[in-house]
C-alpha cells in the first residue's frame, strides 16, 4: 500500500524521471565529508544512516563509498529499482516507505539524511517520523545541489530561457530556508547550515539529459502538452548553448544538519 502524503503521489511520482536520475550531478564530496565528521559518522562499527527519499541511490553511493552502513528507503518502485542495481556488492539495504512513514523501528539509526527529497514531503511530518527513528544523541540533515544561479553565466542563460517559455516558473521550497520548519517542529535543534561550491564539466547533451530527471508542476509528462513544452524548451537550450560542446558549470550544495531533542 502507498502510505499517504508520502514521496509516491500523484505530484512526486518519479517513475517517468528514473532511468535519468543518475544523471544529475551528485553532492560536494567536501559536504559529504563535513556532514561525516559533525555527526562522528564512522566513529562506531554500528553506525547507522536512513537515506530517506534515496531515490537511484546518489546519496547512498557517497554515504556507502565512506564505508558506512545505509538504509535506502524509498517509495518509488522504478527509483528503487536502479537503486538497487547501482548499489549490488554496497552495505545497504533497500526498504518501502517515505519520509513521513519510513516503516523503520524506534531509534534505529543515528542519522536520518534527505538528499533532494525533503520539499517532497509533508515537512512537519517527516521530522516526527526523522525524530521517532532516530536513536538518543542522532541527527537529521536535509541537502540539495542547486543550479548557481548567480555567479554561473551558463546557468543565468538557463534561467532566462526556463523564464521565457514559461514566466511563472519558480524553484519551490528546495530554496528555502530549510531552519525555520526544522526548529518550528520542538524536535531538533541547534541547526547549522553549510554551502558547498563545485565545478562541473558537462556535456551539453548530458545536461539537456539531466533535465528529463525533473519533476515538477510546469511540465507534466503524462500529458501531450507537458512533452510539447517540456521539449520545446529543451530545443531552445540546444540552440542558445549549442556553440558550447563542453559546459563549465558551477553547482552549490546546499545542506542542514540538526541534533534530535531528547
Keep these: 500500500m502507498t502510505p499517504k502524503n508520502s514521496l509516491y503521489t500523484s505530484d512526486w511520482d518519479y517513475t517517468h524521471q528514473a532511468a535519468y536520475y543518475h544523471l544529475r550531478p551528485n553532492y560536494a564530496d567536501a559536504a559529504i565529508d563535513v556532514l561525516c565528521e559533525k555527526v562522528n559518522a564512522g566513529s562506531r562499527a554500528d553506525y547507522v544512516i536512513a537515506d530517506v527519499g534515496a531515490g537511484t541511490g546518489n546519496l547512498t553511493i557517497m554515504f556507502s563509498a565512506r564505508g558506512l552502513r545505509c538504509l535506502a528507503v524509498e517509495p518509488n518502485a522504478a527509483m528503487r529499482q536502479i537503486g538497487i542495481e547501482r548499489t549490488q556488492g554496497l552495505p545497504v539495504e533497500w526498504i518501502v516507505g517515505s519520509g513521513e512513514h519510513t516503516t523503520l523501528p524506534s531509534t534505529c539509526v543515528d542519522l536520518f539524511a534527505m538528499g533532494s527529497s525533503f520539499n517532497c514531503t509533508d515537512r512537519a511530518q517527516t521530522l516526527k517520523e526523522a525524530h521517532s527513528v532516530t536513536k538518543p544523541g542522532g541527527y537529521f540533515t536535509c541537502m540539495w545541489n542547486h543550479r548557481d544561479l548567480e555567479r554561473d553565466p551558463v546557468q543565468r542563460r538557463v534561467e532566462v530561457i526556463m523564464r521565457a517559455e514559461i514566466p511563472d516558473y519558480q524553484h519551490g521550497s528546495r530554496r528555502q530556508d530549510q531552519r525555520p520548519v526544522i526548529l518550528a517542529s520542538g524536535l531538533f535543534t541547534d541547526v547549522e547550515y553549510y554551502e558547498f561550491a563545485q565545478q562541473l564539466t558537462r556535456t551539453l ?38 556553440e558550447c560542446t563542453d559546459l563549465n558549470m558551477r553547482y552549490t550544495t546546499a545542506l542542514w544538519l540538526a541534533r534530535r531533542v531528547d
Design 205 to 242: 547533451e548530458d545536461y539537456l539529459a539531466t533535465w528529463s530527471s525533473v519533476r515538477n508542476r510546469f511540465w507534466d509528462f503524462d500529458s501531450s502538452e507537458g512533452r510539447r513544452r517540456f521539449n520545446r524548451i529543451m530545443d531552445r537550450m540546444r540552440r542558445e548553448l549549442g
